[in-house]
């Protein structure tokens, strides 16, 4: 009776662990394709695209390894994710008059991704045992990482940052992961609907405009206008 316990757990963290190996490769192919759809767009050299492939497919992997202490991260410890993002970033480089064809295809792309490594950030959080509430955010960074380094490469706001389902979406998708464990729903299903949530949220927000209320900015007035310089010259902080 133990052995077949033990055998049993041994079988369930072994499937985690491939669960956790596709997801992460997975959310790497697929962000880097849109880090090196935006590199192309911005007119990088293949050494650029490569490099803007490689950032965006692994910075959220990168971090949330780091944060939960598992060293050296899996893109470093791995050449499988070297390879990835490489292999993104010559489909990329040599076919993207059939990628560019896409609508929106950056968006997409970044989509699929953040549903890939919101779930796989937050599994992986709970196989370091952390409390859930913190594996959920863990699984939101590591879903929102990747985007946010490549539109800083390029000097573009991220997308996380402007007022559209992003951050929140990964967030939906890491605490369906983390309800599941708690639940002790199946990994794998508590991963497949955590992830279709987080696409869909973003599908939305992509295909419909659903977004979070942002700040009312009053018209600027002959009478109120007041800028930086204006500031400066009142004396004012």
């Given amino acids: 009776m133990l052995t077949a316990i ?3 757990g041994s079988t369930r963290e072994e499937m985690i662990h491939i669960l956790l190996v596709v997801l992460d490769l997975g959310g790497t192919f697929v962000f880097a394709i849109s880090g090196a759809v935006t590199a192309v767009r911005h007119r990088l050299d293949i050494f650029g695209v490569m490099v803007l492939a490689f950032a965006a497919g692994n910075a959220g992997g990168i971090t949330r390894d780091l944060l939960i202490g598992a060293v050296p991260p899996a893109a470093i410890a791995s050449l499988s994710y070297v390879g990835v993002s490489i292999l993104a970033g010559f489909i990329v480089f040599f076919w993207n008059p059939l990628i560019t064809k896409l609508d929106h295809p950056v968006q997409w792309f970044d ?3 953040l549903a890939f490594f919101a779930v796989a950030g937050a599994e992986k959080a709970l196989v370091f045992h952390l409390n859930p509430v913190m594996a959920a955010l863990l699984g939101m960074l590591t879903g929102i990482g ?9 000097r573009e706001i991220p997308v996380v940052l402007r007022a559209d389902l992003y951050a929140l979406a990964a ?10 464990h708690v639940l002790h729903v199946s990994a794998i299903a508590s991963t497949i609907v955590g992830g279709l949530l987080c696409f869909a949220l973003r599908y939305g ?3 419909h405009g659903w977004h979070l209320p942002a700040a009312r900015v009053a018209p ?3 009478g109120n206008a007041d800028t930086p310089d204006d500031h400066h010259h009142h004396g004012k902080p």
């Fill in 220 to 222: 600027a007035t002959p």
């Fill in 111 to 113: 989509a699929i991704g």
């Fill in 205 to 207: 927000a992509i295909r």
């Fill in 171 to 180: 967030l939906a998708g890491a605490a369906v992961v983390v309800a599941g």
């Fill in 6 to 8: 033990a055998l049993t």
């Fill in 146 to 154: 990747g985007g946010m380094l490549r539109d800083v490469l390029v």
